[in-house]
């Protein structure tokens, strides 16, 4: 189980690697949401994602026996540019399995990083795969959040809030996997275990809720949401964690995402992705539980084409 | 004439009122342009745009016998908003003559500060009606650009960021009035006297190089560029002063601007409007003076709404 420690030392690791992305503040927001609000912009990040954190902290903390086979991985999302970029930095070979349709910018990305691509058809096949690279490359395999230590990487965003706001009361992130989500809740609880830490979830991708309730990885087989990040389950490593720090959730509206997006566009001036933007709709309809307080935002990306953009939002 | 001084006074009265705007940087953008760039990011200010600094700045230290009448001005853009929202804070009275047609967007926001909106038809009745507005309410004009002190405020987004960033090699800034090239020179100038400062200009409205150059205002009479706020001539006092500290210009073609744009939405994750975009361009086209050099952007705005924004970038 990670520590505060362990994501204190992940920032070591990260220094001068990530950038320290910088925390937004924005009066029309506080107006909206009758709270104090402060947004860490993860958009800004290396990749345009938060997730360069954990696959970087996970690849360059890796024992060396294991180092001498490439590094493998399933993402056809920002974790497969997270970990391209970090083993391009790290002078290791990548080998990322994506499944179809593949959006051809984050394609382009991947190969920018001089990752290798295997592309598969469905789920099933992207597992085989990966178990083929394991054994015939040696491969290492980074898992996208059942990780402690990409874990421990995701949750040093949510330190260098801290460090720039200390007297925060309450943690808004969005919840897939639950990799961000933990460290999140590790390193706010570290600092100050009176933060009340939330997970905003897609009503069309509800999964995290009925698993953190009922103690069990309810699967989520049907994900119905425009974001695409939060479609997955947790994994074993994530529900634990987030059964013991978690005040609770927030469902988000696909509509909320939708104008969640506009209003980081037109009133914040910033690109949110679809999954980034679940973490600003509570506050956008002045969710009671938030009013009054000073209101800590993982804004996890900002990786949408403009053409998506376009078609999302029209 | 401004000095440094009057800057750091603006400063000090801007403290608390304006935002203090993020720095960013890209690795992508200093790949793309050889350069290490860093953009004072403006479209983060209150109302927008830089321009409630030069407004508040000016409306702030009004002799008191000046504060009599309302506040006037002509203004269909971010100015407008300025002005609005200074008086708002101030507790004075402000009307606005605006052009029409004007953006339901920046009409709006106008309103929302409680500005009285006089519409007319064109520059000679918006003359006339400012003229009219003075003589019956003993109005007070605050022009957008030709007023030292909307100058000295303007000038506080180069001092700021010179306090992050004290080694630019250069500074680039668009060119419309000069309200905003005038202040950021002399903070240059004021701080480090060998920073070379360039104004980006739109070569569908390119005014400034030939007025610095024959040395009288050259007007522009018919601007044809998408980049709003930089349609307007020179005035007497903003020439002088580019004629004294520019270091030169890099005119800009319509096409540049678009792609700046689209660059800052896909690659940087920040909304910047067309007039913020030129300054951008130089850097995208990897200008050859400006190779090796440590760059700093005035990112002007972010007042673009979605539908303009779709259809100027598809």
Redesign the interface.
Known sequence: MNTLTDIQTAAEILRGVA?VT?V??S?TLNQCAGATVFLKCE??Q?V?AFKFRGAYHAIATLPSPQQAGPIVTISSGNHAQGVALACQLRGLAAHIVMTKPINP?KRQAVMDYRATIHEVADGEQAERTLRDLQEQLNGVYIHAFNNPRVIAGQGTAMLELLSVVPDLDVVLAPVGGGGLLSGTCIAAHGVNPSIAVYACEPIGALDAVHSVRENRIVPMTTPRTIAEGLRTSLGDVTLPILRNHLAGFFPVEEKEIVEAM?FA??R?????EPSGAVALAPLLRCEETLIGKRVGVIITG?NV??SS??AT??
């Open positions: 950038h910088p937004l503040t009066r958009n800004f290396r345009g910018l506009r566009f037109e914040l001036k910033i690109v949110v900002g084409d403009l953009f376009f939002l029209s």
